[in-house]
């Protein structure tokens, strides 16, 4: 069967794939050290669950409109302006299946054949296919780990061109775990003032941050392009709510009625049951969120630093989010079983295979020569883990 042509130049999702492996083996009977996944291991906060329940019981099991109920939507703004200092009317939000429909939907809204996006390398695999798939182009512009993965001013202005209609900003960053300093933001406001494109800020990970300064955004720093910033965000990653597919995004009038329409003619609304426990989730306690990332600091201290303890592996401490990428460059080109590791995806591959750890190479995310680990499981795996490396690193020829 022919398929479209769209098609071709998408990837599959090295983490997803990568995941589904390492679950099969398992699966069937192996010890597996999983550090490839994206989701906390937390559970849902019970009061979560319990508002989902009550939304069965009550019959809240139907049809909502496509962006979502009145009072979803109102909390999300309330959130906005509480949390982040923005402000937008409920008009102005769409709830979708997870941060990832909204990122989707606002490219298959703005994007004509041709035009470009601006994404900094290492980026979240699904950014560059997702333009992909809105028929656009994916200007990547490369950052570098000695400068904090802060994007370079001057790069960015080289990469706008006529034809640039958003730039993505992830910030903490999946797979770095980068922050973007004000600073930094205020730099990259700075380099795109003289051009008309949109801001597209992916702040999924906005309450996993070990600094222990606020969360900013670039329309915390620079007012003046709240007009044409998109802020993306859900409740995957802050209430461990993955497997629940709630995301929102808030913006521009126009651009958010584009998104919608966009919904109307594919998913429509989100999950009625799961907007309610979205509710229950925005405006509930928040002390669950502050034991899960005090846990995953002190497992991000612990694991960093045996990594950076195994020979030819380097570790820079990830400032947010929950991945550790670990520099393996100095481990390509040796041997393993009298075959040369020619790149991340070689090594990761051996890793699993034959010492039944499953880490993410980092070809998928622009970043050749690194593995993404997450730090998302119990401290004992991760002990694990690091032995387990070690092991490997000593196998080596």
Not at 37 to 60: C, H, M, S, W
Not at 208 to 215: D, K
Not at 223 to 246: E, F
């Amino acid at each position: 069967m022919k398929l479209a042509r769209r098609l071709q130049a998408i990837k599959p999702s090295a983490t997803l794939a990568l995941n589904a492996r390492a679950k099969a083996l398992a699966a069937s009977g192996k010890d597996v050290v999983v550090l490839a996944a994206g989701e906390p291991d937390f559970d849902t906060p019970e009061f979560v669950k319990q508002a989902a329940i009550e939304a069965l019981r009550t019959g809240f099991t139907k049809y909502t409109a496509t962006a979502g109920t009145p009072e979803l939507r109102e909390a999300i703004c309330r959130k906005l302006e509480k949390d982040n200092g923005l402000k937008y009317a409920p008009e102005q939000v769409v709830v979708t299946a997870g941060g990832k429909q909204s990122l989707y939907n606002c490219f298959q809204a703005l994007l004509d054949e041709g035009d470009e996006v601006i994404v900094f390398a290492p980026y979240w695999v699904s950014y560059p296919d997702m333009v992909h798939l809105a028929g656009g182009t994916p200007v990547i512009v490369p950052t570098r780990e000695e400068d904090g993965y802060a994007p370079d001013p001057a790069a960015i202005q080289k990469a706008l061109t006529p034809r640039t209609r958003a730039l993505v900003l992830n910030s903490p960053a999946n797979p770095t775990g980068a922050v973007y300093s004000r600073a930094t933001l205020e730099a990259i406001a700075d380099a795109v003032r003289g051009h008309d494109c949109l801001l597209v800020t992916d702040d999924m990970y906005e309450k996993l941050l070990y600094t222990g300064q606020p969360f900013l955004n670039i329309g915390n720093v620079a007012p003046d392009l709240l007009p044409r910033l998109l802020v993306s965000n859900g409740l995957s990653k802050s209430h461990a709510m993955t497997g629940w597919r709630l995301g929102y995004a808030a913006g521009p009038r126009a651009l958010i009625s584009g998104m919608q329409l966009v919904q109307d003619q594919s998913t429509s609304n989100a999950s009625s049951i799961t907007q309610k426990a979205a509710l229950a989730a925005l405006t509930g306690p928040t002390d669950t969120i502050t034991s899960m990332v005090n846990e995953y600091r002190e497992r991000r201290d612990l694991f960093v630093a045996g990594l950076n303890a195994i020979p030819g592996i380097r570790c820079r401490l990830p400032e947010g989010a929950f991945y550790a990428m670990a520099d393996v460059r100095a481990l390509l080109g040796k041997t393993y079983k009298g075959r040369p590791l020619a790149d991340s995806l070689q090594l990761s591959e051996a890793l699993l295979n034959d010492f039944l750890v499953a880490a993410v190479p980092g070809d998928p995310f622009g970043a050749p020569g690194y593995i993404r680990m997450s730090f998302v499981t119990s401290r004992e795996v991760l002990q694990k883990g690091l032995t387990r490396l070690r092991d490997f690193v000593a196998a080596l020829g």
